[in-house]
């Protein structure tokens, strides 16, 4: 993970708080924008975890327009003003978790987090804000889906999707499970580039971006300025697998994102990891996850229709 807002790190020693505060989480979920979908969430009460799995875009926090591409952690303010914007070519797919840094013991269990003040439990006196030091206002991490937070979010997601929402003793053991994240975030997250060359960072960041165009060898040799060996070598060293398969896993990664998360089709999911053909995509997908992508599909709870950002509807457009 890297992290990229320097300042709200000033001071490292002060870690999250974990003791004194009964963190809980209270709502999450996947969202995949369309390149139309823009809207405005007037106030939301939570401290936001807002990751950009694939696409790109950005977003305004109270005027502020922050930047949203692959692997972007971001942690946002409590009662915050947020407008999405997504990139018209790239539409960004998103994961989010709501954290309450403090639900009082004892008090009504709600799992949902007000996003207007026209919502249940805005500004309930059971819920409030913990001045964590070392995440004020909106921070940026860049992090991998197989590191412990990315697997936590997704984890944490799927359950809320499943189950409608969390039960109390859930969503508070979460809460503690986030803030121990958070933690160590704030403890690590300085300077760290995973540990790769730069050169195998660019190739994975092209490969990110075109693993639906199936890039050769020979594609990535390009990229670097560099031999085909030498491409295998970085590959083959720091991540254990030849580009093929890297470049496979990439594929096979968005086909699930997009199968549990969005309404697409079969086709066009195929079409967009790179396998225009039904059939194709299906005998491929079938090989690799053992199950076929409608199988998959249906056993992990596909969502009857598209997953919305909040229950707050945009205000319609007036003329000029």
Same mark, same amino acid.
């Given at each position: 993970m890297d992290v990229l807002n320097e300042s709200?790190?000033?001071?490292?020693? %002060? @870690?999250? !708080?974990?003791?004194?505060?009964? !963190?809980?989480?209270?709502? @999450?979920?996947?969202? =995949?924008?369309? @390149?139309? =979908?823009?809207?405005?969430?007037?106030?939301?009460?939570?401290?936001?975890?807002?990751?950009? /799995?694939?696409?790109? &875009?950005?977003?305004?926090? *109270?005027?502020e327009m922050h930047e949203l591409e692959p692997n972007d952690l971001y942690i946002l303010p409590w009662n915050r003003r947020i407008r999405y914007v997504p990139d018209v070519k790239e539409p960004m797919f998103t994961g989010h978790v709501h954290l309450i840094p403090d639900y009082a013991r004892d008090s %009504?269990?709600? $799992?949902?987090? !007000?996003?207007?003040?026209?919502?249940?439990?805005?500004? $309930?006196? *059971?819920?409030?804000?913990?001045?964590?030091p070392a995440v004020r206002g909106v921070t940026r991490f860049r992090i991998r889906a197989d590191e412990p937070i990315g697997?936590?979010? *997704?984890? $944490?997601?799927?359950r809320f999707v499943d189950s409608h929402g969390f039960d109390e003793e859930?969503?508070?053991?979460?809460?503690?499970? #986030?803030?121990?994240?958070?933690?160590?975030l704030a403890q690590? &997250? @300085? &300077?760290?580039? #995973?540990? +790769? !060359? %730069?050169?195998?960072?660019r190739m994975m960041a092209y490969i990110d971006k075109g693993f639906h165009l199936s890039p050769t060898v020979g594609d990535l040799s390009e990229v670097v300025g560099? $031999?085909?060996?030498?491409?295998? /070598?970085? #590959?083959? /060293? +720091?991540?254990?697998?030849?580009?093929?398969?890297f470049i496979k896993e990439r594929q096979v990664r %968005?086909?699930?994102e997009l199968l549990l998360s969005t309404t697409l089709s079969i086709a066009e999911i195929g079409q967009s990891v790179g396998y225009p053909d039904p059939f194709h995509f299906s005998k491929w997908f079938s090989r690799q996850v053992g199950i076929s992508p409608s199988t998959y599909r249906k056993n992990h709870g596909p969502f009857s229709k598209r997953p919305t950002?909040?229950?707050? /509807?945009p205000a319609p457009k007036t003329a000029r």
């Amino acid at each position: 993970m890297d992290v990229l807002n320097e300042s709200a790190f000033a001071n490292r020693e %002060e @870690a999250v !708080p974990i003791h004194g505060s009964s !963190p809980a989480v209270c709502r @999450a979920g996947y969202f =995949q924008f369309t @390149a139309d =979908q823009s809207f405005t969430n007037g106030c939301v009460q939570s401290r936001g975890l807002f990751w950009c /799995k694939t696409g790109h &875009g950005r977003f305004y926090v *109270d005027r502020e327009m922050h930047e949203l591409e692959p692997n972007d952690l971001y942690i946002l303010p409590w009662n915050r003003r947020i407008r999405y914007v997504p990139d018209v070519k790239e539409p960004m797919f998103t994961g989010h978790v709501h954290l309450i840094p403090d639900y009082a013991r004892d008090s %009504e269990w709600i $799992s949902d987090v !007000p996003h207007e003040s026209n919502e249940v439990a805005f500004n $309930s006196p *059971d819920r409030s804000d913990v001045d964590w030091p070392a995440v004020r206002g909106v921070t940026r991490f860049r992090i991998r889906a197989d590191e412990p937070i990315g697997l936590l979010m *997704d984890y $944490s997601i799927r359950r809320f999707v499943d189950s409608h929402g969390f039960d109390e003793e859930e969503g508070r053991r979460l809460g503690f499970l #986030f803030v121990r994240e958070l933690q160590l975030l704030a403890q690590t &997250g @300085a &300077g760290r580039d #995973f540990g +790769y !060359p %730069e050169q195998l960072r660019r190739m994975m960041a092209y490969i990110d971006k075109g693993f639906h165009l199936s890039p050769t060898v020979g594609d990535l040799s390009e990229v670097v300025g560099r $031999s085909r060996s030498h491409v295998l /070598k970085l #590959f083959n /060293k +720091y991540l254990g697998m030849p580009p093929k398969d890297f470049i496979k896993e990439r594929q096979v990664r %968005e086909a699930r994102e997009l199968l549990l998360s969005t309404t697409l089709s079969i086709a066009e999911i195929g079409q967009s990891v790179g396998y225009p053909d039904p059939f194709h995509f299906s005998k491929w997908f079938s090989r690799q996850v053992g199950i076929s992508p409608s199988t998959y599909r249906k056993n992990h709870g596909p969502f009857s229709k598209r997953p919305t950002g909040s229950l707050h /509807k945009p205000a319609p457009k007036t003329a000029r």
